[in-house]
């Protein structure tokens, strides 16, 4: 079946309902990737981040750790979800795509916590509180799908938030800058994950459906990166409401259900982070 935007009159596919996968960046024109980059007129980050900001969110890092020492009690242990998560041998020429929502200011993610942290950062519009430790490994998703995928549609405990959070284009390149591709545990300071990408429009109930041949971007943190990203953040809206819509349009098994929640979805599309080109080679966000 055919999914239409709202107001439009022509039955044509809505961007994230296609279900034909996407080529690789590599193979797109340079105009459709220009397109695909966000509009700004400084120039891309290097390999080597900023020493002055970086040596900063260091001090921060172990500066908030060593005050709070369990601070992190309550929190879901994200590292470990993340070494679970749902991989797969990697693809050779798999489609590795940095797909998310985006505008002219920044980058959407999510994340999903316990009551309390989620209460406490949609409050005050940032992440702190008793409960929260800003230095411990933490991941970001820009695919609402994979999020409620781990999550489960937030019926999981400690999990029963899901936020949506905003970076500025400077911050993801810089983060990025810092990151090397791989699964499971490393010593690096932040780590990218390709993973099977989860589709909106369907499941079952407990699971969004895999989608076959494209692979979902993770972004894992700690120490000063993840000091960095708590300071960097603009904006938090809670959308575990949404989240729990989904899942029972997912588990009713009733397109119309799910098509009528279309308005309400991210418009989520193909973004180039603004870093150096052998970074984004080295991530796999570019293939050679």
């Not at 500066?63 to 369990?70: I, L, Q, T």
């Not at 991941?139 to 500025?168: D, H, T």
Request: proline share 7%.
């Amino acid at each position: 079946f055919t999914f239409t935007r709202q107001g439009d009159m022509r039955r044509v596919p809505h961007p994230i309902f296609a279900p034909s996968p996407r080529a690789p960046l590599a193979a797109l024109s340079a105009q459709q990737r220009a397109m695909a980059a966000p509009q700004a007129t400084d120039a891309p980050v290097a390999a080597t981040a900023d020493d002055q900001t970086e040596q900063h969110c260091i001090a921060a890092a172990r500066d908030s750790g060593s005050r709070r020492g369990n601070g992190g009690r309550g929190r879901v242990p994200e590292e470990a979800l993340e070494r679970g998560s749902d991989r797969e041998p990697d693809d050779p020429a798999g489609a590795r795509i940095f797909v998310g929502e985006w505008d002219e200011e920044g980058v959407y993610f999510y994340q999903a916590y316990n009551h309390e942290i989620a209460n406490w950062a949609v409050e005050h519009q940032r992440f702190g509180g008793p409960l929260f430790n800003p230095t411990r490994m933490t991941w970001i998703k820009p695919s609402f799908a994979w999020m409620l995928y781990r999550c489960g549609y937030g019926e999981k405990r400690n999990q029963e938030r899901v936020l949506k959070v905003k970076l500025p284009h400077d911050i993801v390149a810089r983060v990025l800058s810092r990151c090397r591709c791989q699964h499971g545990g490393g010593g690096t300071q932040g780590r990218v994950q390709w993973d099977p990408a989860r589709d909106l429009m369907s499941g079952d109930g407990k699971n969004p459906r895999k989608v076959a041949g494209q692979r979902a971007i993770q972004i894992g943190m700690r120490g000063y990166l993840s000091q960095l990203y708590v300071d960097s953040v603009i904006s938090i809206q809670d959308v575990s409401e949404l989240a729990q819509r989904i899942g029972a349009a997912h588990a009713s098994g009733n397109p119309d259900t799910m098509a009528a929640l279309a308005p309400e979805l991210p418009d989520e599309r193909p973004y180039v982070p603004k870093c150096a080109e052998e970074i984004l080679q080295r991530l796999g966000i570019v293939q050679s």
